[in-house]
Each structure stands twice: as C-alpha cells, then as structure tokens.
C-alpha cells in the first residue's frame, strides 16, 4: 500500500544519546517534512525539504538535523537527545509541485520519550 | 509569519446534535490554503476539509462544512448530525500558496461525542 512509514513507532531514549527517526514515502513526492507534536501547541515544523538534495529550518530546527540524499527518505536526527524533545514526531510528504495545491500525507508518527 | 488560533481546548456535544469549532488565523499573504484536520486516538493525521482563500463559496464535506470570513480572517468547522467516531483532536491548519508550502497549525480542540 503506497504513503509513508515512520520508524520506530516509539522510542524510550537515554538524554545524550543519538537517534535517527526514519521516514520513507513511496509516492515519488518531491517534498518531504517533520514536524513535532506537543500538547497545547499543535503540530510545529522542524525541518523540511522541496526536493532531493535539499532541505531548510522550520519554526523549532534548534538540536535536530536532517538530510535529503534521495527522493523516498527524510530521516530526522538529534545528535544529542534532551528531555525538552520528548514529543510525538510527524513526517509528511506532498507533490510539492509550484502550480497547484499539494495535499499533505502524513506518516502514523513516532513517540520519543528521552529521560 | 502565520498564526492560526484555536480558542476552544475542549468542546462536547450530543450524538446526532451540531456542533461548531472555531480558528482564526493571521497572514499577510494573499493566497492560500485553509484546512481542518482530524487526529482519533490512533494519532493518525486525517485530512477533513481544505478551502481555497481565492473562493467564497464556503467549502462541504458530507457532515462537515466551514464558515470562511477571509476579512475576518476567520474559518469555523461545523459539524452536522454528530456521530460517536467524529471523537477526536481537530486541528485548524494554514498553508501559504507560495515558498515553503509546509503546514502552519492551531493548537488542537478535544472533541468528545457523547451518546
């Protein structure tokens, strides 16, 4: 079934340690996102890219890094995990074509919980 | 930059009643995309219903239907005929028409349907 997976589905990770989160979209789309749920405070953008080989800072880049190698993977990395991104995390992708509107599908996302 | 407003954390209804969710936003942009989107307990992300700024016509999705004000910078979701499965987080969402086409959302409404 084609759209995008995330993996872990969740995750209990130890502060200072590094965490890939993986994000894959069968759906050829050129434009990839992360974005981080918090209580209170909706779904926020971390990072995002419009095509393979590029990628820019959302609204909350700040300990999260991510890169764009190819046109099916976006994967999300902290470098040295804190508590204060315990979250749920959202990829999603679109067509991310400039002429018309682009519906956004999102993965089932992954828990982190760093202590 | 965007800010979208939900005003209301948690709202309750009736079984088959009405019910209205309200989202303001804020932008200087001209163009763009308006949606609501349902997140049940599965954490999955649904796309409800999404509006044009470029039309008046109010947008209709079965049951749900909004209320776009573009002046007022106002877009409320109604739902028609409440049933048990619309329990859920409803997220107002705003997407330029041009740039960086990532998701600017509210901070989420609780809908509980009471039987």
């Known amino acids: 079934i084609a759209g995008i997976t995330q993996a872990p589905t969740s995750q209990i990770l130890a502060a200072g340690r590094r965490m890939t989160l993986r994000c894959t979209q069968d759906m050829r789309h050129n434009a990839m996102y992360w974005y981080r749920q918090d209580l209170g405070l909706g779904l926020r953008l971390i990072h995002y890219?419009?095509?393979?080989?590029?990628?820019g800072k959302g609204e909350v880049p700040d300990g999260y890094s991510v890169s764009r190698a190819n046109t099916d993977d976006f994967p999300l990395t902290l470098a040295s995990a804190v508590p204060s991104q315990t979250s749920v995390y959202f990829c999603a992708s679109s067509k991310g074509t400039a002429s018309s509107y682009n519906e956004q599908f999102f993965g089932p996302g992954t828990r982190l919980t760093v202590l | 930059a965007q800010t979208v407003t939900q005003s209301q954390p948690e709202m309750s209804v009736q079984e088959a009643e009405t019910v209205t969710l309200s989202c303001t936003y804020d932008t200087s942009e001209n163009n763009y995309y308006l949606f609501w989107y349902k997140q049940p307990p599965s954490r999955q992300m649904i796309l409800v219903i999404r509006q044009e700024a470029y039309k008046q016509q109010n947008a209709t999705e079965n049951r749900f239907s909004v209320n776009f004000q573009k002046a007022a910078k106002s877009f409320s979701l109604k739902i028609s005929d409440s049933q048990l499965g619309d329990t859920a987080m409803y997220f107002c969402?705003?997407?330029?028409?041009?740039?960086?086409?990532?998701?600017?959302f509210g901070s989420g409404t609780r809908l509980q349907v009471q039987p």
């Open positions: 969402a705003f997407m330029k028409d041009t740039g960086r086409r990532a998701l600017t």
């Open positions: 890219s419009n095509t393979a080989g590029t990628t």
